[in-house]
C-alpha cells in the first residue's frame, strides 16, 4: 500500500489532484483510515494513476478519461484506442482553427500604422495618505499575476489622474481595483506597473499616518516616507485597459455579511461532478445564488439551476478578505457574466471574479 504522498512522488500527481480525482470518483483510494482520513492506495492503482497524469496533460477531459481507465482495467483495447483517436482529432481541429485566428492576428498587428502607447508621461510627483494607499494596496495584491509568461501582469498598475491615484492587479481570472486620494499632480495622466516584490516593500513602508511622496520619473518609481523609501525599475510593459474590463452587464446586487458568506463558503457543498485545474493548480468549485428573498446560497451540487453561478472558492474567499468590509455588495449576473464584489460605501474598490462553467 501506498500513502498518498508515495502515491503523489510516484505517479506525478500531485496530493491536491490525488485528493480531487478521489472526490470525483476517478481514482479511488483502496483504504480511507476511519479515524484520520488518510488515504491509502494499492499496488495497483500506480499504474491508473500514471495513465490519468497522462491523460490530464494532453487535456482530456474527465468524463472520457473515466471510460478510459475503466476500459484499460478491464482490457478493452478497442475502446481505449478509439476514445484516444477522437481525443486527439479534437485537438487536431483545435490546434488548426488557433493557427487561422492567429495568423489573422499577426496580420492585424503588422497593418496596424497607430499602435497603441500607454498614457505615460516624463514625471509625477504626488502626496498621498499612508492609511489610503496601504487600503488600496490590500484590496488589490491577492489579485496579481505570477505567470512568468504573461509579465505584464506580474505587477500592480499605479494610475495617476487628477486628484485620484487607482491601483489595479489582475491575473486574467479575477481583477481588483481600489483608489486613494492624491495631491500635486497637474490632471495629466500618468501610468507605472510596479513589479509585485517593490509593491510589497512600499506596503512595508506604510505604517504611520503621515503623508507619503509617491514619484514616477521616466521607468523609474519610489516612494518616501520620512526618511525611508522603496524606489526601483517599472515593468517595461503595458498594462491591459482595466477600464474596458470593468464594464460589467447589469446584475442582482445584494448586501451580505461577509464573515457569514465566508462561513458559507468554507463549511458548504463545493462541485463534485468536474475536476477543475488552472495552471497546474487544482481548486474547489462553489455554486452560488442570489435567492428572491434576497439572501445569497452556496448550492448544493447537481442542482442545475440556470440562475446557479461556479466561481473559485479560494478566489472568492480571498476576494471577501480583500473587501475589508462587515458588509460587502455581492453582484451576479448570466453564469457566463463575470462576479463582483464591492464595498457598499465605496464604489471604486471593488474586485471581479471570471466564472466557471458548470458541467451538466
Not at 491523460?55 to 484499460?72: E, F, N, Q, S, Y
Not at 458559507?264 to 485545474?277: D, I
Not at 439572501?295 to 474567499?317: H, I, K, M, Q, S
Not at 476576494?319 to 462587515?326: H, K, T
Amino acid at each position: 500500500m501506498r500513502s498518498i504522498g508515495e502515491m503523489a512522488r510516484d505517479s506525478g500527481l500531485s496530493v491536491s489532484a490525488l485528493r480531487f480525482y478521489d472526490r470525483a470518483g476517478v481514482l479511488v483510494p483502496a483504504w480511507v483510515d476511519p479515524v484520520s482520513g488518510y488515504r491509502w492506495y494499492g499496488p495497483g492503482q500506480l499504474e491508473e494513476a500514471r495513465l490519468l497524469a497522462r491523460l490530464r496533460r494532453a487535456g482530456m477531459p474527465l468524463a472520457d478519461i473515466r471510460l478510459v481507465l475503466a476500459g484499460w482495467a478491464g482490457a478493452d483495447t478497442d475502446l481505449v484506442r478509439g476514445l484516444l483517436q477522437a481525443h486527439l482529432r479534437r485537438l487536431e481541429r483545435g490546434l488548426s482553427d488557433a493557427r487561422g485566428e492567429f495568423s489573422t492576428l499577426r496580420a492585424l498587428l503588422d497593418h496596424r500604422e497607430n499602435p497603441m502607447t500607454s498614457p505615460r508621461t516624463t514625471t509625477a510627483r504626488i502626496s498621498l495618505s499612508a492609511p489610503e494607499l496601504a487600503a488600496a494596496l490590500d484590496a488589490v495584491r491577492f489579485a496579481a499575476g505570477t505567470n512568468p509568461e504573461l509579465p505584464m501582469l506580474g505587477g500592480i498598475l499605479f494610475d495617476i489622474e487628477g486628484e485620484d491615484l487607482t491601483v489595479v492587479a489582475t491575473d486574467r481570472y479575477r481583477m481588483a481595483v481600489a483608489r486613494a486620494a492624491a495631491t500635486g499632480q497637474d490632471g495629466s495622466r500618468v501610468q507605472a506597473v510596479v513589479p509585485l516584490p517593490l509593491a510589497d516593500a512600499m506596503r512595508a513602508l506604510l505604517q504611520g499616518e503621515e503623508p507619503v511622496r509617491l514619484t514616477v520619473e521616466g521607468d523609474r518609481v519610489r516612494l518616501e516616507s520620512g526618511d525611508r523609501q522603496a524606489a526601483g525599475q517599472c515593468l517595461d510593459h503595458d498594462f491591459p485597459d482595466y477600464r474596458r474590463l470593468v464594464r460589467l452587464p447589469e446584475g442582482r446586487r445584494v448586501l451580505v455579511a461577509a464573515a457569514a458568506l465566508r462561513e458559507a463558503l468554507q463549511a458548504g457543498p463545493v462541485r463534485a461532478s468536474e475536476v477543475r485545474e488552472q495552471e497546474g493548480e487544482f481548486y474547489d468549485v462553489s455554486v452560488v445564488r442570489i435567492e428572491d428573498g434576497g439572501t445569497v446560497t452556496v448550492r448544493e451540487d447537481g442542482d442545475d439551476d440556470p440562475d446557479d453561478v461556479g466561481v473559485n472558492r479560494a478566489f472568492l474567499l480571498e476576494a471577501l478578505a480583500a473587501g475589508a468590509r462587515d458588509e460587502l455588495v455581492l453582484e451576479l449576473g448570466a453564469p457566463t457574466a463575470p462576479l463582483a464584489i464591492r464595498r457598499p460605501d465605496d464604489e471604486g474598490a471593488f474586485s471581479i471574479l471570471m466564472p466557471v462553467r458548470l458541467e451538466n
